[in-house]
């Protein structure tokens, strides 16, 4: 039996004037209106010493906080995306997020600007075409998200939770991740030769 990993990445003209703002962005994963794949944090030792950080913001007490992951490509610029419902780690400018993938390589991303709150939390880190296609082809284990004032650490992945409609396994959630990578790298070869057209 075949498993299908549905992502959907479309190019969006984003302007609001008469000059053209091509992207190519993920806008919907699996079942989700969301246009990113959520991960959760792992409630294990890993976690310790932010449990009673983070603790009310998982079940019982509400829905699931998670951190979103996404991607977007302005031009020739690759962005990994990402999103927070931590209001212990809301992803601030100097916070940082690593990525740890099956072969020991580590992707860190910190952050140089300020975060925006619509009312998730988010902020983008600069990716080149390689570490994009790196993302497309490997298997993510985990994240480390670090909050640069507090200094508290959490780490996650891709923990199935209940009211999650993107994934219900582990290894359908990293599927997922991979499979947004390569739409967001096949929208890319449309939007170059868009572009092009357009000089």
């Known amino acids: 039996m075949s498993i299908v990993y549905y992502a959907k ?12 703002r091509w992207a190519v962005k993920i806008t919907q994963v699996a079942k989700s209106h969301y246009g ?3 991960t959760f ?8 010493s932010v449990i009673q950080l983070i603790r009310n913001e998982q079940p019982l007490y509400k829905k699931p906080a998670f951190i979103g992951i996404s991607f977007t490509s302005y031009n020739c610029i690759n962005y990994l995306e990402f999103f927070s419902t931590f209001n212990g780690f809301s992803l601030k400018k100097d916070d940082s997020i690593e990525l740890y993938f099956e072969d020991d390589v580590i992707i860190y991303c910190k952050f140089n600007t300020p975060n925006v709150q619509y009312p998730i939390k ?3 880190f600069p ?4 570490q994009l296609e790196y993302i497309a082809s490997k298997k993510l284990l985990y994240w480390k998200l670090y909050d640069n004032l507090s200094k508290n650490v959490m780490t996650g992945g891709f923990e199935p939770k209940e009211d999650n409609e993107q994934y219900k396994s582990e290894n359908t959630g990293r599927q997922l991740l991979k499979t947004m990578a390569k739409e967001i790298l096949t929208q890319k070869l449309i939007l170059d030769s868009h572009v092009r057209n357009l000089c």
Do not use: G, Q
């Not at 990716?127 to 390689?130: C, L, P």
């Open 9 to 20: 990445a479309s190019l969006v003209n984003e302007s609001i004037s008469h000059i053209e």
């Open 41 to 48: 944090p792992f409630m294990d030792y890993r976690n310790r």
């Open 127 to 130: 990716i080149s075409d390689e």
């Open 122 to 124: 988010k902020n983008v």
């Open 36 to 38: 990113f794949i959520k």
